[in-house]
């Protein structure tokens, strides 16, 4: 017997966007914004760019939902799409960066920290977020895609549409890196139980 | 491939993260946009104009066009005019 209330399969609402229904969008949203944001948010460290990029990403597959093959698992293209937008905003980024970076800190140092400013503040995300921010940009992908979604290597060379080997090396450098970074003993790492869904 | 480290600094990149949620009004700006675009792809496709297409995607011919539709034939054919039909 077919229980009705189980949730459908992602292929079956990718079928129904193909097929126009909006709300099958919001469903697959719902489902995996979290892992799209988190995503873009580790890649980019700006909130605000991550919020864009999730909209983009969910946009895109809107737009696109009709080339995508509803057989194959939905989650290597969302990955697909997050790197890659959240690559191509770094990179616009950093044109611009070098002009605003002067303005920026002469900003920062009229500001005058709020208390909400306090109780926003994250200890645990502005460490990550420095330690990713230290890394060349495709190392951090590779470390992203690797440490926070828990992909496979070869998973990862497909998704990037690079070579294993050429992810290897840049996890190898990325890990170095971040272990240069935080001055890693192991004892030092936090043992955080987290809830990532 | 694996190095000790692995788990550790899955563990703290995740612990990281974990608090931060994307904000709310993200959803319904996904949303809205996709409405907007599907209406107007619906509006320029040429399949929009055949007829009765309207009726399963439901885009029809608005009650605003139809208003104007109606009032343009009316003024045209103030007296011939006992009944009218609006092109689908």
Do not use: C
Request: net charge positive; proline share 5%.
């Amino acid at each position: 017997m077919v229980d009705s209330a189980e949730p459908l399969r992602d292929r079956d609402v990718v079928r129904k966007l193909q097929q126009g229904d909006l709300e099958a969008l919001g469903t697959l949203y719902d489902r995996h914004r979290q892992m799209v944001f988190r995503t873009a948010l580790a890649i980019t460290t700006d909130d605000e760019a991550a919020a864009d990029l999730l909209q983009d990403v969910f946009l895109r597959l809107h737009r696109f939902a009709d080339r995508i093959d509803p057989d194959r698992p939905l989650e290597p293209w969302l990955y697909r799409m997050t790197a890659n937008l959240s690559y191509t905003w770094m990179k616009r980024r950093s044109l611009w960066l070098r002009a605003l970076r002067e303005m920026g800190e002469w900003l920062a140092r009229e500001r005058r920290p709020t208390p909400q400013h306090f109780a926003e503040l994250d200890e645990s995300w502005q460490q990550v977020r420095h330690a990713l921010a230290s890394l060349p940009l495709q190392q951090r992908i590779v470390v992203v895609l690797y440490y926070l979604n828990d992909l496979p290597v070869h998973q990862i060379a497909e998704i990037l549409g690079i070579p294993a080997g050429t992810v290897k090396s840049r996890l190898h450098y990325g890990r170095r890196a971040l272990k240069a970074r935080l001055g890693v003993r192991e004892e030092l790492l936090p043992e955080t139980y987290y809830e990532y869904t | 491939m694996s190095d000790p480290m692995d788990v550790s600094f899955g563990r703290w990149l995740k612990s990281g993260l974990n608090r931060r949620r994307p904000p709310e009004a993200v959803r319904g700006r996904v949303l809205r946009a996709a409405v907007s675009r599907q209406v107007a792809m619906d509006r320029h496709s040429a399949r929009f104009y055949t007829r009765w297409s309207g009726r399963h995607r439901g885009v029809g011919f608005d009650a605003w066009s139809f208003g104007l539709a109606a009032q343009a034939a009316m003024d045209w054919f103030p007296g011939e005019m006992t009944t009218f039909r609006v092109a689908y």
